[in-house]
Each structure stands twice: as structure tokens, then as C-alpha cells.
T-cell receptor, first 113, second 112 residues
């Protein structure tokens, strides 16, 4: 247990569906991140939030829409995804943006059919 | 650009020593991390090097040479539970704050 939880752990959705991924951290951190991990590829940073403000959008398509209502919760809203968006989506948190240690959640395994 | 290279797969025998290498080319270098990731689980922090030299933590050690853009993770007295992916990540200053740039990971299989 790293103090970062993600739900759901597995998600299968069609290309016309709308779904949301949820992340919650219980560590009192101020920065939260979304990463995408595809098979045999490096983790790709998608979004960074610091104190609920987005500080990084790493050229992510608009079909991915993040939301950070408070420093403990982070959402990733998904709509009209493509099959190539199938991946493991990892949430992480740290004390501040770019701090030495990031704590990762277990991820959501997303399959787009 | 930013580039991090590490071997895709390695195998080793229980009880042995294995060294996983990582080379990088990044601007704004501000430290190097190693993470361990078991299949289906979250990456977990193993080590952090910001200065040249060797950092030892139990059975795991990590080395950094900034001039060569090179690091390695050394695992001693291998155990079956060490079978996992090992991710090399560089912390780089970009856009006013530090971000982590990951390599693709090295999948280590430990055999009896």
C-alpha cells in the first residue's frame, strides 16, 4: 500500500462510451499526476496538478479530460476513446510538483473495444 | 531531446548478482531514480542518485556518472521475488519545475 488508491482497477469500454477514472491520495501531498503505461513503452506523463491547478498538459488529446477538485482527489474523464488508448493508467502524488519521490497508485487497466 | 535507454529483458539465477544499466541524454538533469514494478502493481521507489558515486541500500545499490550519462542498479543475493520490471527515470527541470522521464523498463526474470 502506497497511500494512493485508484478505481476501478480494470475497465473495458466501447469507443462511444464515457467513463471516469478516480485517484485518491491519503498522504497530504500537494501534487498529483496521471501517467499512461503502454506495453513495452516508457511511462508517459499526461497531466500534472499542483494545489488543484494544472501545471502540465503533455500534448494529450482532448478525449482525455482531467479534473482535480481538491488536493486529495484526481479524476480522468474519458470519452470517444480509440483502441490505441488501451493501457495502464497510473496516478501518482508527491509533496510538491517534481519532488524527489512520487508515490504511485496500482493503476487502472483500460481496454477500449 | 530526452532519451533514456535500458535493456528490455534480463535473466539471472537465484543467489547471483545482476547489474541493470541505464544511459540517458537529457537537458536540465536533476537526479536519477530507479523504481521496481511487479506485474500488475504500482511502481515503487528503490533509489535516488543526484551526485556521482554509489548509493547502497541493503541488497540494492545504484551508481551514477553524470559526465557519462550513465547509471546502473546492482541487485545482490537475488531472490525469486526480485523478478519484476526495473524502471530508470531521470528528473529534469523543464517548464519551471522538475518532471520524471522514464525509460521503457528492464524486465528481470530470476530463475532457481
Amino acid at each position: 500500500e502506497t497511500g494512493v488508491t485508484q478505481t476501478p482497477r480494470h475497465l473495458v469500454m466501447g469507443m462511444t462510451n464515457k467513463k471516469s477514472l478516480k485517484c485518491e491520495q491519503h498522504l497530504g501531498h500537494n501534487a498529483m499526476y496521471w501517467y499512461k503505461q503502454s506495453a513495452k513503452k516508457p511511462l508517459e506523463l499526461m497531466f500534472v496538478y499542483s494545489l488543484e491547478e494544472r501545471v502540465e498538459n503533455n500534448s494529450v488529446p482532448s478525449r482525455f479530460s482531467p479534473e482535480c477538485p481538491n488536493s486529495s482527489h484526481l479524476f480522468l474523464h474519458l470519452h470517444t476513446l480509440q483502441p490505441e488508448d488501451s493501457a495502464l493508467y497510473l496516478c501518482a502524488s508527491s509533496q510538491g510538483p517534481g519532488d524527489i519521490e512520487q508515490y504511485f497508485g496500482p493503476g487502472t487497466r483500460l481496454t477500449v473495444t | 531531446g530526452q532519451n533514456i535507454d535500458q535493456p528490455t529483458e534480463m535473466t539471472a539465477t537465484e543467489g547471483a548478482i545482476v547489474q541493470i544499466n541505464c544511459t540517458y541524454q537529457t537537458s536540465g538533469f536533476n537526479g536519477l531514480f530507479w523504481y521496481q514494478q511487479h506485474a500488475g502493481e504500482a511502481p515503487t521507489f528503490l533509489s535516488y542518485n543526484v551526485l556521482d558515486g554509489l548509493e547502497e541500500k541493503g541488497r540494492f545499490s545504484s551508481f551514477l556518472s553524470r559526465s557519462k550519462g550513465y547509471s546502473y542498479l546492482l541487485l545482490k543475493e537475488l531472490q525469486m521475488k526480485d523478478s519484476a520490471s526495473y524502471l530508470c527515470a531521470v528528473r529534469a527541470l523543464s517548464g519551471g519545475y522538475n518532471k520524471l522521464i522514464f525509460g521503457a523498463g528492464t524486465r528481470l526474470a530470476v530463475h532457481p
